[in-house]
């Protein structure tokens, strides 16, 4: 697939935002569309956030748009603007991708949850039995303790600057998870497989650690969902303290990976990673 | 400009039709973009007729959207939907493009006219002085006599099955250009220069010619602005006759780069001409 062979039937994908220059899903995408030789193309759309319900209906309305990828600001009113919206979607209120139908409905769901754990275990880890701190319950945050507590992990600690939000997660988490050890606040312990940042501390240079990995103990797996830089502050410094890191761009990759798969194709190959940055998951 | 290259800084440009599966203008407007290594992508929109209005109000608030090309069935209701339209579009009351200008503005105007009088230029002709007998006063009808008026010809005769509207448009540019001999229905004579079939007839294989042109005179060069086929029923009656004959092609290449030009670019010198079918201009 070439720019030159766009034609009549040319199937639309789009990845909409504000800013979007930044944005590489097109990239992502393109390569695959071009690998796999589909008649698709993938567009980015700029749209400011008093702009989005008339753009979301004008797009939607597109008969050969075929997928939107949401970025900042739109993740949330996007998913009330939704036919259908999946369960991750639901709990966390917000969507990173929506599809049209065959019926032409449009249906989304959020998918960084689940793209953090496939990008765990294609980094060789079992993430069932884990014991697991989270730091920040944004969309991110909150899509990523739904797929831990899906995925099997034993113990679930909740940190959120506003207490309600890690309280009210905490609550919902317990009462369809039984078996998961939840709980909100401060942790009896530092004894976690993992520690995850899940806030955007570390997207600004300026910006304070979200915790500081020098206590915990020296297996803890520390992950940052942030990719740019893929090296945080928190990472250096956890690489410092002589502990594992795993950084953001698994998270990125895995997502892309679903949310093509959502969209009815698998990823090229090729590993998109080194150029996937922040348009896809962002931090709360 | 590779489909790879699509970033986050891609400038938009669309047509929307409904049919959209056999217009050629992404392939046409992309050829240029690679040549000239453009950070743009020509993409094809389907819209049907009844969600036009929500569909542009949509994609007009893309802020990356930098131009509109317009076909069948929306030429006339877009026109109502712009900011401004410039002078063919006003007399047409049709656009077939429109851009965003630096204000943010919605502008657009119809191209067919004066696509048209260029594909014939093109082609060595000189029209100034002219005595033109045309066919069907639809969008592209009108555009054509406005611009073979504005272009000089001498002699203009109308024809229509509605015959107020060919009255309408003979008085009209009896008003604004008082030197043209400008007449509505049947002619006084058959001494014309050319004839232009600007009626949809040879669309269809099934279609009636438009015109019989057996009793032209022998140096009248017969003109279709048909596109599709190339040699429509009526070009290869022309020929029988022993006429020479103006294909639809020149028209829509002509009117492609004013079209580009329009939106700020030069069409690759590359001819499209082959490729290059019905959705831009499109008969009435």
Redesign the interface.
Known sequence: ??????????R?YAILG???????S??VF??T??ALSMNA????????AE?LA??????T????MAGLVVTMPHKARVAALLDEVGLAGQVTGAINAARRDADGRWCGDMFDGVGFVDGLVAQGHRVAGWSVRLHGLGGAGTAIALALAESGVGRLALHDLDADRSDRLSRRLAAHFPHLHVSAGPARDDNFDAVVNATPLGMSASDPLPFDPAGLPPATLVIDAVTKPEMTPLLLRAAETGHRVHTGKHMHLGQARRVAEFFGFRLAPTDPAPHFTQ?IVTCP
Chains 1, 2 share one sequence.
Not at 54 to 59: I, K, P, Y
Request: with cysteine; net charge negative.
């Open positions: 697939m070439k720019l030159e062979q766009i034609d009549g039937n040319t639309l504000d800013p979007i220059s930044a944005v590489r097109p990239e393109n390569a569309f071009a193309v993938f567009i980015p759309v700029h749209v400011a702009d008339c753009a979301w209906a004008g797009l309305r597109i008969r050969n348009e």
